[in-house]
């Protein structure tokens, strides 16, 4: 079942030499630096990867969400979090695509799938994550431009990107029917990067907040209609889910073959510790959940591809994925035991990714509540 | 400038390598295939000679049907376009006989430059393009690690490594170059590339289309017979040198040398 195709293959293969060669001999070093490697972005840009799901028309891959699933998940069983910078690259571009028009697609989106500009997603506020209808910024529309106010926390690749797509308020009365989006550059007057945030893991990726202070943006630069930036940054999120489920079903399976191989080769009472039962166990648990979330991911997947509504369907396969990608990791620390507890063995980096991955785009008890609300309408 | 790569599939060097029971051969059911590294090289400096000055790459390989993968690879990177010659009485040739049939594909094309790694990495023969070479009745220049073509297009000259000296050498074109590591550095496909390869021109031959006689390969026409492969030896334990203080150790090492090892 989701055999790859031939083309498929090659995709995955490409990324899988590539974040095995450039980005996994590297990590541990940019973690610790806290270093965002500028470079593989570039190259992937190159590469053609920066827009992989956008149309070949403004420069992507034309993939679709299943192809994409595949090779971020490719790129997650070499390098964990290695390239957790693009599914948010792609949360910019994906709206911008959908309902932008043809000037801010020329103009912006083409320079995001050339990898010549990084995007960032601002929606998260200090008081505002899952419940993003409550987000403060506001947008202010005069003459030819918004004039925006508030701050924004936890923005993926902010001060690194050259571009945000920025949910503010333009109706605040309205709660999720008064948010609308805006194209902000970078060197925006009044726009501010804030510090970076010091987290428990992927400091190899920047994470910041941002602060609007009377910035300007010309309306021009606002991605759909007045007050309908909701739409699209659920619609964005749903994609984004898909990809976080990808990485988090790659996480697993290379906390898992550590797992695998370290269990056939540590001698504890005269045999591998495979022999016992009780870790066998344990991997085939990790196992058989690492499928189940590779199947949600690619079933996800594979309807968006085929244009039906997958609100619930992303979101069991995000929550699930990451759930499992906690439990798998956690495991496998558990079962390298102290090896697994030091940085050399690395499966101690995926657990402390994998928890970042149920926060994200949605914490899982929000993924939860998206999946009964389907089920109760 | 017409150029072509001949290519080799070989297992990857990450998998685990298990002997078939006669003994004579590898199981190859659970191996991941790939392009032989040297091959790659090969691949590369064709390109990088294209982008300089223009005409066509060509990448021909030998194999079974799975050859396909990696002829697509080199598409994917930008060679115009393949040919595979499959045919089952191929089974078991030896390398004079993968070179024979190289020569009848390659014959009719056109070419000025022909790269072949400088072996592959799975039997480490490194007979394939010398005798390509003596068959086409053309020069060879092999192991080498930098190429220069002539500026009136008509000669190149190359580098190979020799005992930390370098060995520059010239020979006029068409020539067969062997790729020593260090030549380049490989590009990956990129994803355009990649959706591009599938509509690349791949033709397929067999022997007979090459006019070539069936029982001149296969394992029966070898003229090097494989009697046995065998694992590499287990490795014996480490030992450790003990005494009290580093000069007592440093005997005990210098006596270990001389006595058991035999190396001082």
Known sequence: MFTPTEEQQMLIDMMGKFAEKEIAPNILQWEEEGKFARHIFDKLGELGFCGMTITEEYGGGGLGYMTYAMVLEEGAIKTGGGLGFLPLHLAAATPIEAFGTKEQKEKYLTKMTAGKALGAFALTEPNAGSDAAAIMTSAVLRGDRYVLNGAKSFITNAGEAELYLVMAKTDKDKGANGISSFIVEKDAPGFIVGQKEKKMGLNYISTRGLTFEECEVPLANRVGEENKGFLSAMYALDGSRIGVAASATGISQAALNAAVSYAKQRYAFGQPIANFQIIQFMLADMETETVASRMLAYRAASMKDEGKKIAAAAAMAKRYATDTAMRVTTNAVQILGGYGYMKEYTVERYMREAKLLQIVEGTSQIQGLVVARELLK | ?264
Not at chain 2, 54 to 61: I, L, S, Y
Not at chain 2, 172 to 186: F, M, S
């Open chain 2, 1 to 264: 400038m017409n150029i072509i790569v001949c290519l080799k599939q070989v297992p990857d060097t990450e998998s685990q390598i298990k002997i078939g029971s006669d003994k004579k051969s590898i199981v190859t059911d659970d191996i991941k295939w790939v392009m032989n590294p040297y091959d790659e090289f090969g691949v590369e400096e064709a390109l990088r000679m294209k982008e300089k000055f223009g005409g066509t790459v060509t990448v021909v390989g030998v194999g079974p049907k799975r050859v396909t993968e990696t002829i697509r690879t080199a598409l994917a990177m930008g060679a115009d376009k393949g040919v595979l010659v499959n045919d089952d009485a191929l089974n078991g040739s030896d390398s004079i006989a993968i070179a024979k049939a190289l020569a009848a594909a390659i014959r009719p094309l056109e070419y000025d430059v022909i790269f072949t790694g400088q072996r592959g990495v799975d039997d480490d023969m490194g007979v394939v393009g010398a005798a390509l070479a003596e068959f086409l009745g053309i020069p060879q220049l092999s192991l080498i690690i930098k190429i220069e073509v002539a500026e009136d297009g008509k000669s190149v000259k190359a580098t190979r490594p020799v005992e930390g000296q370098a060995l520059i050498i010239e020979a006029p074109l068409p020539v067969l170059i062997t790729a020593q590591k260090g030549l380049n550095e490989p590009r990956y496909a990129s994803l355009p590339g990649i959706m591009k390869a599938k509509k690349k021109p791949l033709e397929e031959k067999t022997l007979a289309d090459l006019g070539l006689n069936a029982g001149e390969f296969g394992s029966a026409a070898r003229k090097v017979k494989v009697l046995e492969i065998t694992p590499p030896p287990e490795r014996g334990g480490g030992k450790i040198v003990t005494g009290e203080t580093p000069q007592e150790k440093a005997a005990e090492l210098a006596k270990l040398l001389h006595e058991e090892a035999k190396v001082i």
